[in-house]
């Protein structure tokens, strides 16, 4: 099994672009999350999806959009990129909202210049 | 939302030595999970507690949560090399879970 599986893994972008960090999970589970790291600031929440067809904002949302396309799929968009949103992007997915563990992939490492 | 702090920020530790993190909350909480992340790596999941005083080891890792279900530790007898990395504790509000800021752990050989 692959687990949490995120494209792309590196990006440098230039100040007003849009992208859109894709994820996907083969592990059949229900909830999915977004998370931003930077140093000295642990993770953050940016949006998640408790169940197919919900969607939520996290702690930091603005700037952000998601979607989730269907049980596997969540994915994160970046309409006008700012240097603000410099960081390393999570993916996560859980059997449940909030009993279990995350499952996290390897990252997006995001430049915005 | 829900604020967790973790102290310390950072710890250097001789291999050999033990190591502790601890995790506070401004309130109770229904459960706490603990995660490690390599450097440039991901956070991977080490384990959740639930219960109020519940003791739970993983070789040479135990964790703790506290009577009042309000904190938590993860202690690391005999650090190895292997332990290097950022431990996060993470506590749920709502549908999700807050993580703290993490724990740095450097192991000089």
């Known amino acids: 099994n692959a687990g949490v599986t995120q494209t792309p893994k590196f990006q440098v972008l230039k100040t007003g672009q849009s992208m859109t960090l894709q994820c996907a999970q083969d592990?059949?589970?229900?909830?999915m999350y977004w998370y931003r790291q930077d140093p000295g600031m642990g993770l953050r929440l940016i949006y998640y999806s408790a169940s197919e067809g919900t969607t939520d904002k996290g702690e930091v949302p603005n700037g952000y959009n998601v979607s989730r396309l269907n049980k596997r799929e969540f994915s994160l968009r970046l309409e006008s990129a700012a240097p603000s949103q410099t960081s390393v992007y999570f993916c996560?997915?859980?059997?449940?909202?909030?009993?279990?563990?995350?499952?996290f992939g390897s990252g997006t490492r995001l430049t915005v210049v | 939302g829900q604020q967790v702090m973790q102290i310390p920020q950072y710890q250097h530790v001789q291999e050999g030595e033990d190591f502790t993190t601890y995790c506070n909350s401004s309130t109770t909480l229904s459960n706490i999970q603990w995660y490690k992340q390599r450097p440039g790596g991901h956070p991977v999941f080490l384990i959740q507690?639930?219960?109020?005083?519940e003791v739970k080891k993983q070789k040479r890792l135990t964790f703790q949560f506290g009577e009042a279900k309000k904190n938590s530790s993860l202690h690391i007898t005999a650090t190895q090399t292997t332990d290097v990395g950022t431990y996060f504790c993470a506590g749920p509000s709502g549908n999700q879970f807050y993580f703290g800021t993490g724990t740095s752990l450097t192991v000089i050989p």
């Open positions: 996560a997915s859980s059997e449940a909202a909030r009993t279990v563990g995350y499952t």
């Open positions: 507690l639930v219960k109020s005083g």
């Open positions: 592990m059949n589970h229900n909830s």
